[in-house]
């Protein structure tokens, strides 16, 4: 088998650099006018990582010196700006970090759901001009389900001695952004189906009994694995964890003085609020690989470069995505200043964690059962002898089941190499010679300014920009997040092929964002 050789992505060549390089400024100078009222006052973070998008991948800023000792052959790596949330190329790689870790060093090998919380559009602006709001609506989201779970085995007969004590296993990650990049707060809850006792059990419902209920005495609709049980999310009464979702919320933001009560009152007595519980299929317990898929899915990118396509004169983007029932199509298009705008409204904040764990998975947690596992090895070394193992005291229940799971690694899994990366969504490895297909390594990494000049001068004498396009491979770029299938369902190829787009207005709104009596 042949070895691709390894090409350097050209980040100058992307649609998203080029919109930012030619229009980033005037939509800073513009913001305070045009945006600032819909948006909030332009955030801090927001020039400073655009700043670093900018330098990723530019030889000008630093590199690395990658050859071959068997024939010699080398060529120049560039620094990436290791950015998230934003950075279509850094970030991916971010997420097939994170998928491999979740994976296979923090849940437990039980079944899992995919939930999804989303509040009303009416409730959104709360979050946009508050978006330390978000961490709560995480933690009310965790004690739904908590308080949900447990009422659910309390009726059933407990988990462990009886009382409902049991701990759920929650991750949870933030999403601000909608299918065309407006503001839709929401989250994604990987959410183990049970609850796990003090000595670790699992607990589980089985298939044939609800939370307190026969099966004969209700219609709705449950779903069973190869084992013969049913997760407890969807045993229950899902209607009544949105219920218990929609009435927290709400008495939240009227604590916090943000919510009036005549607009409480009135969310509460709407059948159909906007907010809503959503469950996806169930995640078996040796279903790794779908387990890999959703955690990459639940931290992707708010945005991605492939769905992007920019007219000739390069100050308007038509973004396509999945269709849209308001607006009858599968596109948007935008100014390059409102493009800005969109995508940087979902640039975190300094710090502010967008994953979450609760429960099981919490850090905490986590600490405490690495503590305890590390004073039982020494107890036993100390003793010489295996301690006995003892019971958790549970009793016997026909409505709940034990699953014996195997613990993840107590420690958290290193951060993939940068080649394992590269090989994983590249499918190239830039370690393997392309002449002599022996190993590569890196003999340098130059980031001295004099020293990058005087390299970068002498391998292109026709400037750094010609000696860039010359090596790079402008076909090899990072793979874009996934999601869910889009289907096709509107032709919008060739539309910026007619030399100056012209574009009608499209629909209003009929429900604004901002849209909230503010």
């Not at 630093?62 to 010699?72: I, K």
Request: aromatic residues 10%; positive net charge; contains cysteine.
């Amino acid at each position: 088998m042949v070895a691709r050789p390894f090409r350097s992505r050209n980040p100058k060549s992307s649609p998203l650099w080029k919109c930012f390089h030619a229009h980033f400024d005037h939509f800073t100078a513009a913001y305070p006018r045009d945006y600032q009222s819909r948006y909030g006052v332009l955030r801090g973070v927001i020039p400073e990582v655009v700043d670093k998008f900018m330098q990723c991948g530019d030889f000008a800023k630093g590199f690395a010196r990658v050859r071959c000792d068997e024939c010699s052959h080398e060529y120049l790596l560039a620094f990436s700006c290791k950015g998230r949330w934003f950075c279509p190329s850094c970030h991916q790689k971010k997420v097939q970090i994170f998928g491999a870790m979740l994976a296979e060093s923090i849940v437990a090998v039980v079944p899992h759901r995919h939930l999804t919380f989303t509040i009303p559009k009416m409730l959104r602006p709360y979050f946009r001009f508050h978006r330390g709001l978000l961490k709560q609506l995480c933690r009310i989201a965790h004690q739904c389900v908590r308080d949900f779970l447990r009422d659910a085995f309390g009726n059933a007969g407990g988990v462990g001695n009886g009382e409902r004590d049991g701990v759920p296993a929650i991750v949870m990650a933030i999403h601000t952004f909608g299918e065309y990049l407006d503001f839709h707060p929401h989250l994604h809850a990987l959410v183990a189906d049970g609850l796990f006792d003090c000595e670790g059990k699992f607990h589980v419902m089985r298939a044939g009994e609800l939370a307190g209920e026969r099966v004969g005495e209700i219609t709705r609709e449950r779903t069973q694995d190869q084992r013969g049980t049913t997760d407890a999310l969807c045993a229950g009464n899902h209607a009544a964890l949105e219920q218990l979702f929609r009435a927290r919320v709400i008495a939240f933001l009227v604590e916090v003085g943000l919510l009036p009560l005549d607009r409480a009152r009135m969310l509460r007595g709407w059948v159909h609020s906007g907010f809503q519980v959503h469950q996806s299929r169930r995640i078996a317990p040796n279903e790794c690989q779908d387990m890999e898929r959703l955690a990459q899915y639940i931290v992707r990118n708010p945005f991605s470069v492939s769905k992007m396509q920019v007219n000739r004169s390069g100050d308007s983007i038509l973004y396509r995505s999945g269709m849209n029932a308001k607006i009858k199509r599968n596109f948007q298009v935008f100014s390059a200043c409102d493009f800005i705008a969109a995508i940087t409204q979902h640039i975190p904040d300094k710090r502010f964690q967008m994953v979450r764990y609760y429960g099981w998975y919490s850090n905490k947690m986590r600490g405490q059962r690495r503590k305890r596992e590390e004073e039982a090895q020494e107890e036993a070394a100390r003793k010489s002898a295996a301690t006995a193992e003892q019971g958790c005291g549970a009793k016997g229940n026909a409505a709940i089941e034990i699953i014996e799971h195997l613990a993840p690694k107590a420690r958290r899994i290193p951060s993939r190499s940068w080649r394992e990366l590269i090989k994983k969504v590249w499918e190239v490895d830039p370690l393997l010679c392309p002449q002599c297909h022996h190993e590569m390594r890196i003999v340098s990494l130059i980031n001295d300014a004099q020293i990058i000049e005087r390299i970068l001068r002498h391998v292109g004498s026709g400037g750094v920009d010609q000696w860039v396009d010359e090596v790079c491979n402008h076909g090899v770029r990072i793979a874009p997040s996934t999601g869910p299938p889009v289907e096709e369902s509107v032709a919008v190829s060739g539309i910026f092929d007619r030399g100056q787009l012209v574009i009608e207005p499209w629909l209003d709104d009929p429900m604004p964002d901002d849209d909230c009596g503010l």
